[in-house]
């Protein structure tokens, strides 16, 4: 059995169920933030480590060669009632009986998103075959499933069926989300955004946008329900991602921005409206971005020039002009704004 000290107190893997131990058993596993890495276990007791994380749904098969014991990596972070994580799982195969499934108390989601790797999935009779490019929302309380994976990473998020308002009589038991969709580019921004923060911070809020957007999704797509959030708004998200990578590519516009979410360019024409269009989305995005290289680099001999290459504004003189036209003051402004002792500022 494996063992790591965790906040001073030592918590066994192998032996329990990882409902005991990531919510009911340990006080500190209900805790917003705890953090288990594998990574900081003997290698031997690795693939111990993910056994025990689902042992509580599954029947885990232990690897073929001890090698790939080594090779197996699982982290996680538990949030409240929600558990985020991080797996590599070099060979895994698992069951889980329709007993099995009955016995478990608690109905959970678990949303995989591939990142290396195939996995096959079966889930009561329903087959799918989990690969990177698609983000799987999965009714892991439906019996008789059957999971096999080879050289496969993730990330996972496991989530009560309540929060975010899954009913399993009316959503299907696999939902599959293709990542180069407005909604997909959206998921898993706002998965790495929880996972980046995260393992700083240990906030239970965190996962919060990530939680309404599931929940808006499941509303939108199978409840159609007019008083929940419309996935309109994080398609509306999507195109400014989009546009926020781009801000370099001298052939953005609405055409290619539709062309990425998956929406039309009258829709992308609505979202920038109020910015005054793309174009000038374009233009004001990048002028700040070179004012916060200002911000940065205020010290730096010809930092404004600097500023205006690094950002495509060609040279001091026009990105001093554009910023005058566009904000009202010059770049230098700035620079004497940071130089101003803070007590005088207004």
Known sequence: MAVIARDGRRVAFGGRRAADLFRTAEPEASRAGVVFDS?????RHRYEAFRAFWG???????PTEPAHDARALVKLWTLGEVTLGQLLLPQCNSFRSARQAKAFHGDVLV??????????????GEMALLRPGAAYLCNEMAPCACVHGEDFALSVLVVPFDAVGYDPYRHPRITTIPLDTAVGRVLIALVEAASREVASAGREGLCAPLMAFLRALLADLYQGGPDEPSVEAFRALAMRLYLEEHLFDETI??????????????????VFQGEGGVRRAVHRRRLRGAL????ENEAVRGA???AAQRWGLIDASRFARMCRAEFGYPPGAVMEFLKTPPETVA
């Open 253 to 270: 516009d609405a055409s290619t921005i539709a062309r990425a979410v998956g929406t039309s360019r009258a829709s992308v024409y609505r």
């Open 111 to 124: 949303l995989r998103i591939p990142t290396q790797g195939t996995m096959r999935f079966v889930l009561d």
């Open 39 to 43: 990574a900081d276990l003997p290698a």
């Open 304 to 306: 404004i020039g600097q």
């Open 56 to 62: 509580g749904l599954y029947d885990v098969r232990a």
């Open 292 to 295: 916060m290289d200002l911000v």
